[in-house]
């Protein structure tokens, strides 16, 4: 069964000068366990449409028509408080800036132990700590004792992104959704993240919703490629298929 | 920025001390020479209505006692000379020794505006945080109408009205005096005589706080680091309290450092209005009658609060936000280093 449907999804902005159209008509499914790329140009709505699924849109943006199933139960009309227990268990999320998903005023390592402690409120503070720095090894952050207590500023943007993931993976999602994640660090620490996610895709087994703009970055992770222009979902395929017909066009 | 990282620490407490000694130098001047080339004559503040049938010997030979017949550097020298021992001269007005007159005052300035700080810190905070959890919802409207209402009212307007409503039309509380004659002592008296300068000083200045609590958890809440957090499985409420709150705490403590003298100084005002005994009424009193040595007190005392109100705002940042104190411990390891 697949992780997670969309159906026939509308996304409009309200705004006084008029109604804008983010998202229109998008249908897909995610099957467990697979990294789907879905690409396409600046401001095409990848971002809204992730956001319309954990329902995390700004005020005045609301889902105009259609539907969404998580493991087969819809959840379009779910209350905020429904959402909150989605979010805290099965949905996850990693932006595209690092230092500014990440509160300034609190250390990384208060940061990820928050998502942990959402879940299991009974945890030792020994266990909560032990968690904490399991959770920075599992995404290879050098010594993660020390950087638990760091704050975001005296990290890299790698080391940062890092940390943004481990909290995401606190709660042991079903959807990790990943917004540009790489879009803001160097080319190699790039490579290090994309390789980072498909070695956790393995660990963990969850499903990727990896939103770029990039092909490169698409080709090295996708299972599967979603591709938007303004707003439709156009074409949607193996990986290789794809690219190879992308290539195909070109020439 | 690197000259600056290099000094020993206690020499910035020095050059702290020497900013601190030269604002009050400039600001005694400025008082002195202010308030002398006032129109007016002090000598009305010391023998009151008897001016008028003094001949202009008596008046020359009175001048001269109490030292005012010198060129102004002359006269500040003296007094700063007397400064200097803790000798601040005598009250015109009172004929009394002006330290005397100002320590029978001060706990009721203080108490009255030592209660409206807290108030108007811990309201400020509640009402902001309220406004930005239900943000352009109709609580908020209302609350932000009836604010800037309030906050627009002049204090002495706001003052005679409440004294209109709440002694002369339901003669509730009294509208005059830090408590009734013959009951000094009684704690309930001085309660019920504090209530309504209180509430004209925290009226008057709450939502000027609240608003800025507002607006900066505002800013907060669109912030990036709020969708993580939500992602968590964070409610709004709890990101706000959690998150956005921890960001601008640093920012409104120290605000609320600086806003200290301020709002003390906002008690001048109701107190002249309710004629309670406190140093604003003194600071009123001494400015019309040119007693000088009062009046060069109250306002050296005013002003060294503002500047230790700013010191201490500036420690408190450092303290608090762990940016800018990280940032002092590497300066320091690297003053180690060399």
């Known amino acids: 069964m697949d992780v997670l449907t969309v159906k026939n999804l509308s996304v409009s902005f309200y705004r006084p000068t008029g109604e804008i159209e983010a ?12 990294i789907l790329v879905i690409m396409g140009d600046t401001g095409c709505g990848k971002s809204v449409l992730c956001k319309s699924i954990v329902k995390l849109l700004p005020d005045i943006a609301r889902i105009k028509t259609g539907q969404i199933f998580f493991q087969g139960k819809e959840i379009t009309d779910y209350t905020e408080k429904g959402m909150q227990e989605l979010r805290g268990t099965s949905f996850s999320m990693v932006f595209q800036n690092p230092m500014t998903a990440l509160n300034p005023c609190m250390s990384v390592g208060a940061q990820i132990a928050e998502a942990v402690r959402l879940r299991c409120p009974e ?13 920075l090894e599992l995404v290879e952050l050098d010594c993660p004792k020390e950087r638990a207590g760091q704050y975001p500023f005296q990290l890299s943007g790698g080391m940062a992104q890092r940390c943004v993931i481990a909290t995401a993976l606190a709660a042991n999602p079903a959807v990790l959704f990943a917004d540009e994640p790489t879009t803001s660090l160097d080319t190699e620490v790039q490579a290090q993240i994309l390789d980072l996610f498909l070695e956790l895709r393995e660990k963990m087994g969850m499903a990727v919703i990896f939103i770029t703009h990039n092909p490169k970055v698409a080709a090295r992770v996708a299972d599967r490629v979603a591709l938007m222009r303004a707003g439709e979902l156009y074409r949607i395929g193996d990986a290789e298929e794809i690219f190879e017909e992308t290539i195909h066009n070109h020439h | 920025m690197r000259r600056r990282s290099l000094r020993k620490p206690y020499i910035t407490i020095i050059e702290e001390l020497i900013k601190f000694a030269l604002s009050v130098f400039l600001l005694s001047v400025l008082v002195f020479t202010l308030a002398r080339l006032a129109p007016g004559d002090p000598l009305y503040a010391y023998y009151g209505e008897r001016v008028e049938k003094m001949s202009g010997q008596e008046q020359e030979a009175a001048r001269e006692r109490l030292g005012l017949d010198k060129p102004i550097p002359v006269q500040y020298m003296r007094w700063a000379k007397g400064a200097a021992h803790g000798d601040f001269g005598i009250s015109y007005q009172y004929k009394r020794d002006v330290k005397e007159v100002i ?19 811990i309201l400020a905070l509640f009402l902001g945080l309220f406004c930005a959890w239900r943000e352009d919802k109709r609580a908020d409207r209302v609350v932000c109408r009836i604010g800037t209402l309030t906050s627009c009212i002049p204090d002495f307007w706001l003052s005679l009205l409440l004294i209109l409503v709440f002694s002369v039309w339901l003669g509730w509380l009294p509208s005059s005096g830090a408590y009734s004659v013959g009951a000094e002592k009684g704690f309930a008296d001085r309660v019920r005589h504090l209530i309504l300068p209180l509430a004209v000083v925290v009226l008057g200045h709450l939502w000027y706080y609240a608003y800025l609590v507002r607006n900066r958890l505002l800013e907060e809440t669109r912030a990036d680091y709020v969708l993580l957090a939500r992602m968590k499985g964070l409610s709004g409420k709890q990101v706000l309290y959690r998150h956005c709150l921890r960001n601008v705490m640093p920012s409104y403590l120290s605000m609320m450092a600086i806003a200290f003298p301020h709002i003390l100084g906002g008690t001048y005002v109701a107190e002249t209005v309710f004629s309670y005994p406190g140093i604003g009424t003194l600071a009123y009193e001494s400015a019309r009658y040119q007693d000088y040595n009062l009046l060069m007190v109250v306002s050296l005392m005013t002003g060294i609060l503002v500047i230790l109100g700013n010191m201490f705002a500036k420690i408190l940042n450092e303290r608090i936000d762990p940016r800018m104190r990280l940032k002092r411990e590497a300066q320091k390891e690297e003053v180690r280093g060399f």
């Open chain 2, 103 to 121: 320590a029978g005052r001060i706990g009721n300035t203080l108490l009255l505006g030592g209660l409206g700080f807290v108030m108007i810190f």
């Open chain 1, 23 to 34: 998202v229109k008509n998008v249908s897909f499914s995610l099957r467990p366990g697979e």
């Open chain 1, 123 to 135: 945890i030792s503070r020994r266990e909560l700590r032990n968690r904490v720095i399991e959770l």
